[in-house]
């Protein structure tokens, strides 16, 4: 089981997660306009990496808010965690 | 808001489904765990609307911290998640507790009652450590949970609130009342091998 640091709460078990999949993957603004190809795309298809995942977690049974996390999917390690709608750390200049 | 539209009925459903017991160790004269309900508790939910936060400041100030209970008078004020708090009270009328807070917070915050909503248990005992480790996966040693800390989190499935109320000795759980058989179930099993009283 992963031990996971809320932003708000601290560290809780995985248990008292939700996962909500790959961040960062906004709802087209005209679907009507897409192909089934584009529209197949954003419903289905993601990155699944090996190594670092951008990816969302909601803290179901604390605080019951929504953050992102980035995670090796090979080790499971987290290495940075971040608000929503906030900047990806890797990509904030830091 | 100066009147509710209904008066909710506090009243336990352990009452009709679980009887007072006490199991002892051979030898032993004080159970392991004691696990009473607690009654005649008010309960509301606040929480602060998005744009309120300064407003908010004026009026309750900053004291209210992540996972803490602050005693705000007769009131506690328990963290329940970013901008918003579950405040407990005793010896009220039922719906009252709302309407106390709706008055200085209406426009600034939300406020549900919620004592009819949930079941509230205390816990207590010189096991009761090793009995909630089984159910809880938060690290409640007396000096990492201090009293005064409180928590979101599930026992066997179940969404349980739990608190260190300043003032007391016992650890508060607060479940939904439709879970609160099942809880006190799972309670019991936990403690069994401690010896147990159970209260309700
Ligand atoms: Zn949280």
Redesign the interface.
């Known amino acids: 089981m992963l031990e996971i640091e809320c932003p708000w709460c601290g560290a809780c078990d995985q248990s008292e997660f939700s996962y909500g999949g790959e961040a960062h993957i906004a709802r087209p603004k005209t679907p009507a306009d897409l192909s089934d190809q584009e529209w197949g795309d954003y419903l289905f298809n993601r990155e699944n990496p090996k190594g670092w995942h951008r990816e969302q977690w909601c803290h179901t049974a604390g605080c019951r808010r929504w953050f992102n996390a980035v995670r090796d999917t090979v080790t499971c390690r987290i290495k940075a965690y971040y608000r929503m709608g906030a900047v990806p750390p890797e990509e904030d200049g830091r | 808001m100066t009147e509710l539209i209904f008066k909710p009925v506090i009243d336990s459903p352990l009452l009709r489904h679980l009887e007072d017991a006490q199991v002892l160790l051979p030898g032993q004269t004080v159970p392991g765990v004691v696990i009473k309900e607690i009654h005649g508790r008010s309960l509301a939910l606040v929480t602060r609307r998005q744009d309120m936060k300064s407003q908010w400041g004026e009026l309750i100030g900053s004291a209210l911290v992540?996972?803490t209970v602050v005693a705000r008078g007769a009131r506690n004020w328990h963290w329940?998640?970013?901008g918003?708090w579950l405040v407990c009270a005793s010896g009220l009328e039922a719906g009252d507790l709302a309407v106390e807070l709706e008055t200085p917070l209406g426009g600034v915050a939300s406020v549900v009652e919620l004592s009819h909503a949930r079941s509230i248990l205390s816990l207590s005992g010189p096991q009761v450590l090793s009995a909630l480790a089984k159910l809880c996966?938060?690290d409640l040693h007396p000096k990492i949970f201090v009293v005064g800390s409180c928590?979101?989190?599930?026992m066997h499935h179940m969404?349980v609130h739990i608190a260190r109320v300043p003032g007391r000795d016992d650890f508060e759980l607060h479940v939904m009342r439709g879970f609160a058989v099942s809880l006190c179930e799972a309670l019991i099993s936990a403690s069994t091998e401690y010896g147990y009283r159970f209260e309700c």
């Open positions: 992540t996972n329940y998640g970013p918003s996966s938060l928590a979101n989190t599930t969404a």
